[in-house]
């Protein structure tokens, strides 16, 4: 049995389970080792090709989740993935359905719908690689035969060779900074206030920086969210000095003992020299008034700008310290693959996605729920 196969019942059983009322402790513990187990087994199954991932690269999933919530996050994924789902994979079954025997001409067409699924240039490459390797060395002639070895693989492409975790690095005392960059037009105001809800409901006090002085209405729109999800809010109005603003947001923090302090930022200066100027001096002004800080920097990225998104994380990284990257509107494309194509091309976590418009559709990632909500409908 494949790797795809044994997410796909993991999940199922652990929705019937609960459908049928039985110990909910219970089947949160089997499940959750049933999915630790699952990079356990394509680490032994790579060793024998020589190819060795370290399992202890891959963090467990989060051990309070019941399986009411695991199951309905993987519902949202199930959504947020339809226009994927419905392009990417149903041209691999109709790919399958052509071929009797694979050929250049079947590896060929896989290559296109790979990179129509805007996984990306270079990541297909290398996945045709692998893939045309495996072929060879298990002397496979059947396409219905790679069905399950092209879901493990692309589920290989993101968990190879890096240190990939979905989790926020919280400070270990005082409060936890998050600093969000991004081009204007791309959710960051919205994920911020989405972000707020989320952590509030996990129990935590959270304050809101309206940094993003310059474009007009997004102080205002930063703190319609406090109101809306009814968390802190800090911010001066529009052409205000934003390092003030940040200043003013981390003093009433520790002041008051928030747990989370989620600062926006400009998207758009005059030119990139203003930009990392900017993002410099609110940087050093909260590592001065936090040390360490801030605790996590993070990208917002339109997936439905394609590879656009992927040039705007390769920019900001140079200009300053992503440590990870959130993915809106991914319900809102049928090119679903980006997520793998930002693994490859800067190396960046994703840590959160968009799979709709409303406040819980805001997900942390998880590469299990993601591999079985695009590929639910192929097996």
């Known amino acids: 049995m494949g790797l795809f196969s044994k997410i796909k019942d993991m999940f199922k059983t652990s929705s019937v389970s609960n459908e049928e009322g039985l110990d909910s402790e219970v089947m949160r513990q089997e499940t959750e080792e049933k999915s630790e187990n699952f990079t356990s087994e394509i680490v032994e199954n790579k060793n024998t090709e020589s190819k060795k991932i370290n399992k202890n690269k891959i963090e467990a999933p989060v051990k309070e989740r019941t399986v009411s919530n695991v199951n309905q996050d993987v519902k949202v994924y199930e959504k947020g993935l339809t226009k994927t789902r419905k392009s990417f994979v149903s041209n691999l079954i109709g790919l399958t359905s052509r071929y009797q025997k694979i050929t250049d001409e079947y590896f060929d067409e896989l290559e296109e719908i790979l990179i129509m699924a805007d996984i990306g240039v270079n990541t297909v490459m290398s996945f045709m690689d692998r893939l045309r390797d495996r072929v060879r060395k298990e002397k496979l002639e059947n396409p219905e035969d790679l069905k399950e070895i092209i879901v493990d693989e692309l589920f290989i492409i ?10 926020i690095n919280y400070a270990e005392s005082g409060p936890t900074v998050l600093l969000f960059v991004g081009v204007n037009g791309v959710g960051k105001t919205t994920t911020i206030g989405k972000l707020a809800w989320k952590l509030k409901n996990e129990g935590k006090k959270v304050l809101l920086v309206g940094g993003d002085t310059f474009r007009a209405g997004a102080t205002k729109q930063l703190e319609e969210w406090s109101e809306r999800v009814d968390v802190g809010f800090v911010g001066k109005e529009e052409g205000s000095d934003p390092a003030s603003v940040v200043f003013d947001g981390l003093k009433k923090a520790k002041e008051e003992s928030y ?7 400009a998207g758009r200066l005059q030119n990139r020299v203003n930009l990392m100027n900017e993002l410099e001096k609110i940087n050093r002004i909260i590592g001065r008034e936090i040390p360490d800080a801030p605790h996590e920097t ?22 300053t310290n992503i440590t990870g990257i959130v993915l809106t509107k991914l319900d809102g494309t049928a090119k679903g693959g980006i997520v793998l194509a930002i693994k490859e091309e800067v ?26 909500g695009l590929f639910k409908d192929m097996m």
């Not at 747990?259 to 930022?265: H, K, N, S």
């Not at 917002?300 to 200009?319: L, P, R, V, W």
């Not at 709709?356 to 998880?366: H, R, V």
């Open 158 to 167: 993101y968990v190879d060779d890096s240190i990939l975790t979905n989790k």
């Open 259 to 265: 747990d989370v302090v989620l600062i926006d930022t």
């Open 298 to 319: 993070l990208l917002i990225i339109d997936a439905t700008t394609g590879q656009n998104g992927i040039s705007q994380a390769k920019k900001f990284k140079e200009i």
């Open 347 to 372: 190396m960046l976590p994703v840590k959160y996605i968009g799979l709709g418009e409303a406040k819980e559709d805001l997900q942390s990632f998880d590469i299990e729920k993601y591999i079985y």
